[in-house]
């Protein structure tokens, strides 16, 4: 629409009434794209009122924040490729998944993720290296909150210098 007048004019029909607020919702939206031409009919409208939203604002990888220079856990790897790389400090790597893989199943359990705690399970009789990238592929899958736990823990099992060498 050329006009903030014109615009108002063509939105009034789709936000007036008494309606459901699901329904007063997507007709907002419905008006909005047909208003602002973003869409020619109203079953394209309802198409892309329909789209999973995107973030309004991205961090592109340049401009993320740099982790603090003294912290210890920038140096984390994925799990997968980690398991199968050969410990100084003779620490057992594999023997190391299974309290982790039952710490991420516990914060699953908690984050209501039962599907994922079916995943790792499953995975568990499949070996070391398949279960560590297990544990890769939930972290793909979880919100940024869970994911930083996940990786809080992949942080300690990788820090862990043994018994002699304390813990980390």
């Given amino acids: 629409m050329a006009t903030r007048k014109e615009y108002n004019a063509c939105i009034r029909p789709y936000i007036t009434g008494s309606k459901p607020k699901e329904q007063r919702k997507l007709d907002f939206c419905v008006g909005a794209k047909i208003c602002s031409g973003k869409a020619s009919s109203k079953e394209e409208a309802i198409q892309l009122c329909s789209l999973p939203k995107e973030p309004k604002t991205t961090i592109e990888p340049a401009q993320q924040a740099s982790p603090p220079k003294n912290d210890s856990c920038a ?11 050969p410990d100084g400090n003779g620490v057992c790597r594999p023997c190391l ?13 908690a984050a209501g993720m ?3 705690v079916a995943d790792l399970e499953g995975a568990v009789d499949g070996g070391e290296v398949a279960l560590a990238a297990k544990l890769d592929e939930v972290k ?9 736990r996940l990786r809080e823990f992949d942080c300690h099992a990788q820090l862990y210098k043994g018994e002699e060498g304390g813990n980390q």
Avoid: H
Wanted: hydrophobic residues 40%; charged residues 20%.
């Fill in 75 to 85: 140096s984390v790897i994925n799990m997968g490729t980690w398991v199968q790389q």
């Fill in 97 to 109: 998944l299974a309290p982790v893989t039952q710490w991420y199943m516990d914060t699953l359990r």
């Fill in 114 to 116: 039962g599907g994922l």
């Fill in 140 to 148: 793909e899958k979880v919100p940024d909150e869970v994911r930083a």
